[in-house]
């Protein structure tokens, strides 16, 4: 049985101590922020909990600990459990540079503890519906993915868009291609907010040329999207989080005509058949994620989306932010290589 610390109980935290309270092998939840009137709402809903206003406090009670703070708190706050021998699930993105987020990778090998990054849509059936459809040559060869994830608001007062949305995206496209980008350009604007672009686009690109993937992320939009389209030579897929059917297969495309019939026909015909709703499972992905955690605790087993998958996506997260700064695509190795330069700066 494992006891398990929810630090920051805001908006993302409430909902982790509630789906641990309902996970398999949780012994007790502790619940932990600075903010009296926070802890003392959730504790109207889970009142035997206990209560702290900082880690410290709580860690003699604790053996894992979830980090659900803002974006830059998450590297002070989980070193302190680390180093203090607590496993850590630490809330997306893992760290806001490449080279914090490799710290804390290699602090948690030293102290033999796991780390986990709460890359929630590797943990939704949607999403491995996709990437069956993608991985399985059912959409014959993948041309590219889209990904768009806009609403109004809820703006951040420590991060852009970039930062809070496109983790879900980046780690989304990773998962289900299975490989990592090679380079990325983004294109960004801030509007209502003074300091932090609120409209972003990033283009990924890969080692193959013919594959790309373009994530959209809006804090300023009037439509709530969230939604990842993939194209491939054979079949389309649509994967749309706020629909009933949320994975929808679509036995569309264009049809090339054969070098003979290039002179005489039109470039191109158009194919239309089918479209079929695969059954996906309704688990709710916040609850196989915790539970997941809590079985790599038990077991020692290495999570799913462990440091280096965290790592991977603060990589392209950092490369996009080089890339708004200097106006033109920035390779991966380029954002790893000058990381730890960029922090020092
Ligand atoms: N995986 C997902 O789908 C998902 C969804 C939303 C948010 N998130 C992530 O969850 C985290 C929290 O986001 P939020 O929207 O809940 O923010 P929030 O502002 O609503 O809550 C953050 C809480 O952390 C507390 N806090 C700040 N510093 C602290 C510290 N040092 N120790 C203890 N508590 C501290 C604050 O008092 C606040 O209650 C972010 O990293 C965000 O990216 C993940």
Not at 310 to 331: F, K, N, T, W
């Amino acid at each position: 049985m494992v006891r398990v610390g929810v630090v920051g109980c805001g908006y993302w935290g409430s909902k982790h101590v509630r789906v641990l309270h309902a996970t398999e092998g949780v012994d007790a939840v502790v619940m932990i922020d600075p903010v009296e009137d926070r802890l003392r709402s959730l504790a109207r809903s889970y009142p035997a909990d206990l209560r702290f206003g900082s880690v410290g406090e709580a860690l003699e009670h604790v053996d894992a600990l979830v980090v659900a703070t803002p974006p830059t708190t998450h590297v002070a706050v989980a070193l302190e459990a680390i180093r203090a021998g607590r496993h850590v699930l630490v809330e997306k993105p893992l760290a806001t540079t490449v080279a914090d987020a490799d710290r804390l990778d290699r602090a948690a090998a030293d102290a033999g503890v796991t780390l986990m990054v709460g890359h929630t849509f590797e943990y939704n059936p949607a999403v491995w519906k996709l990437r069956d459809l993608v991985r399985g040559g059912e959409l014959g060869e993948v041309y590219y993915l889209d990904s768009a994830r806009l609403n109004l608001g809820l703006y951040q007062r420590d991060v852009n868009v970039i930062y809070d949305l496109a983790p879900h995206d980046v780690s989304i496209v990773n998962y289900v291609l299975g490989v990592a980008p090679v380079a990325v350009q983004a294109w960004a604007s801030h509007h209502a907010h003074h300091q932090f672009e609120d409209v972003a686009y990033l283009r990924l690109f890969y080692a193959d040329r013919d594959l790309s993937a373009n994530i959209h992320v809006s804090w300023l939009d009037p439509a709530k999207v969230r939604r990842v389209v993939a194209v491939g030579s054979a079949k389309m897929a649509v994967y749309d989080d706020i629909a009933e059917e949320r994975i929808r297969v679509l036995d569309k495309g264009i049809t090339l005509p054969s070098e003979d019939d290039s002179r005489t026909q039109p470039p191109m015909s158009y194919r239309y058949g089918d479209i079929v709703a695969p059954f996906v499972a309704p688990d709710e992905p916040l609850g196989v994620q915790d539970r997941h955690f809590v079985e790599c605790v038990a077991t020692g087993a290495v999570p799913l989306t462990d440091g280096a998958s965290g790592l991977a996506v603060v990589a392209v997260l950092e490369a996009a932010q080089i890339s708004l700064d200097r106006g033109r695509p920035v390779r991966i190795e380029e954002a790893m290589a000058e990381g730890p330069a960029r922090v020092a700066a």
